[in-house]
């Protein structure tokens, strides 16, 4: 059973809004920092965002940064990423990810499980 499950993808216009969500199972969903990343067509998969545990402090990549926000409900086992003015290379496929590990880190290896990922087009 993968533990982490994307969803909220889909096509959007350049300047639109999407959220995406993040729903967990199976792990104590408080003692992990969760993070976005995503992954362009012919391109390395890149950092986003992350959120830590307490969902007190988050981390921010500089090209997302003001448009793109993150939170989360424990009590939910969910995370949300609220992306805002996106544009055409925002296009990817974005995946959640969990890591026990304490502190931000903005590497893939520091993530213990990952989603399969949800799909976000941005037409110009």
């Known amino acids: 059973q993968v533990p982490l499950v994307e969803s909220g993808g889909g096509l959007v216009q350049a300047g639109g809004s999407l959220r995406l969500s993040c729903a967990a199972s199976?792990?104590?969903?408080?003692?992990?920092?969760i993070g976005w990343f995503r992954q362009a067509p012919g391109k390395e998969r890149e950092f986003v965002v992350a959120?830590?545990?307490?969902?007190?402090?988050?981390d921010v990549a500089d090209s997302v940064k003001g448009r793109f926000t993150i939170s989360r409900d424990n009590a939910k086992n969910t995370v949300f990423l609220q992306m805002n003015n996106l544009k055409p290379d925002d296009t990817a496929v974005y995946y959640c990810?969990?890591?026990?590990?304490?502190?931000?880190?903005?590497?893939?290896?520091?993530?213990?499980?990952w989603g399969q990922g949800t799909q976000v087009t941005v037409s110009s």
């Open positions: 199976g792990l104590t969903f408080s003692t992990y920092d």
């Open positions: 959120i830590s545990r307490s969902g007190g402090s988050t």
């Open positions: 990810a969990a890591k026990g590990i304490n502190g931000f880190v903005q590497t893939q290896v520091a993530y213990n499980y």
